[in-house]
Nanobody, 127 residues
Framework: QVHLVESGGGLVQAGGSLRLSCAAS????????MGWFRQAPGKEREFVAV????????SYADSVKGRFTISRDNAKNTVYLQMNSLKPEDTAAYYC????????????????????WGQGTQVTVSS
C-alpha cells in the first residue's frame, strides 16, 4: 500500500480554477495507476479522472472532460488534478487513489480497483 496526502482544495467562484495535488509515500509510485474521485454530501463517491502508471493514458468522467486535466510527476511521487471552468456542481470532497493492478498502460474507473486512498480535500465552488 501507499500513503496518499491530498492538498490544494478550497473555495473558488464559478468559472475559477484550482489545482489539486496528491503526494505519495514510498519509492514505488510509478507502479500505481492514480485516480481522482469525488463525493458530494448525500451522494456516492464518483470517478473523476485516472492516469496510467506510465502517464501515457488518461481517462475522464464526461462531466469534467475538457475542463479537468490529470497529470503525474513520477520523480516527485505526485499526481495533480488541474480544474478549470469550475461549476457549483463540482463542489465535493476530492480523493486521490492508487491502484497496483494491470500493466503500465492500464487504467481503472471503479473505486473497487483502488487499494489506497487519501483523506480527501474539500472543493467548494460558489455561484
Amino acid at each position: 500500500q501507499v500513503h496518499l496526502v491530498e492538498s490544494g482544495g478550497g473555495l473558488v467562484q464559478a468559472g475559477g480554477s484550482l489545482r489539486l495535488s496528491c503526494a505519495a509515500s514510498g519509492r514505488t509510485f510509478s507502479t500505481y495507476a492514480m485516480g481522482w474521485f469525488r463525493q458530494a454530501p448525500g451522494k456516492e463517491r464518483e470517478f473523476v479522472a485516472v492516469i496510467s502508471k506510465s502517464g501515457g493514458i488518461t481517462s475522464y468522467a464526461d462531466s469534467v472532460k475538457g475542463r479537468f486535466t490529470i497529470s503525474r510527476d513520477n520523480a516527485k511521487n505526485t499526481v495533480y488534478l488541474q480544474m478549470n471552468s469550475l461549476k457549483p456542481e463540482d463542489t465535493a470532497a476530492y480523493y486521490c487513489a492508487a491502484s497496483a493492478l494491470g500493466n503500465r498502460d492500464s487504467y481503472f474507473i471503479r473505486t473497487a480497483d483502488f487499494g489506497s486512498w487519501g483523506q480527501g480535500t474539500q472543493v467548494t465552488v460558489s455561484s
